[in-house]
T-cell receptor, first 117, second 112 residues
Framework: DTGVSQDPRHKITKRGQNVTFRCDPI?????LYWYRQTLGQGPEFLTY????????KSRLLSDRFSAERPKGSFSTLEIQRTEQGDSAMYLC???????????????FGPGTRLTVT | SQQGEEDPQALSIQEGENATMNCSYK?????LQWYRQNSGRGLVHLIL?????REKHSGRLRVTLDTSKKSSSLLITASRAADTASYFC????????????FGKGTTLSVSS
């Protein structure tokens, strides 16, 4: 399977615990995105990387959230001191973009569903 | 914040009927994309229309874009039960084409 993969698919944690999610993008894709989706809503942008550089972060990404893409391949999203409001589906997407290709579609993974009890 | 608003929020039709979903957005865009999401799954890209295009077709899908009204529509012809899913429009409002801004989606139910 050469699509975007995410691990784990489901995570149940207690409030106050830390959690970490992993995303493996399509191998040749240089851009990687994280989105959060709550029930009945569309995905909301959190952050994105071009290669290993984190180029944009939304206001939704509080200080408790950190994302990395250390070698420009897979990425991790960590949430510290989880709160019940963090319960959501966390989606990862990747794309191949260059200065000559500005309009690109994003390929999404299956998501990690987080439940904070 | 969410840019687009899909209409209707929910749509129920019979197999073989056409389904039309509308999307309105707020700011100027570079392109508009439609995605499908089956229950509890990731999103699948359906079609992209650029800001200088007015209509685009892909199989049973037809998308229109009216930049003067800041609106788009997605038509699925001859619907099938397998089309049951949520449909989202997403816009990119900067030239670098980074973050997608999604609407709340239309939930389509196709019964056989």
């Amino acid at each position: 399977d050469t699509g975007v993969s995410q691990d784990p698919r489901h995570k149940i944690t207690k409030r106050g615990q830390n959690v970490t999610f992993r995303c493996d993008p399509i191998s040749e894709h240089n851009r990687l995105y994280w989105y959060r989706q709550t029930l009945g809503q569309g995905p909301e942008f959190l952050t994105y990387f071009q290669n290993e550089a984190q180029l944009e972060k939304s206001r939704l990404l509080s200080d408790r959230f950190s994302a990395e893409r250390p070698k420009g391949s897979f990425s991790t999203l960590e949430i510290q001191r989880t709160e019940q409001g963090d319960s959501a589906m966390y989606l990862c997407a990747s794309s191949l973009a260059s200065s000559s290709i500005l309009i690109v579609e994003q390929y999404f993974g299956p998501g990690t569903r987080l439940t904070v009890t | 914040s969410q840019q687009g608003e899909e209409d209707p929020q929910a749509l129920s039709i019979q197999e073989g009927e056409n389904a039309t979903m509308n999307c309105s957005y707020k700011t100027s865009i570079n392109n508009l994309q439609w995605y499908r999401q089956n229950s509890g799954r990731g999103l699948v890209h359906l079609i992209l229309i650029r800001s200088n295009e007015r209509e685009k077709h892909s199989g049973r899908l037809r998308v229109t874009l009216d930049t003067s009204k800041k609106s788009s529509s997605l038509l699925i012809t001859a619907s099938r039960a397998a089309d049951t899913a949520s449909y989202f429009c997403a816009t990119v409002n900067n030239q670098a084409g980074t973050a997608l801004i999604f609407g709340k989606g239309t939930t389509l139910s196709v019964s056989s």
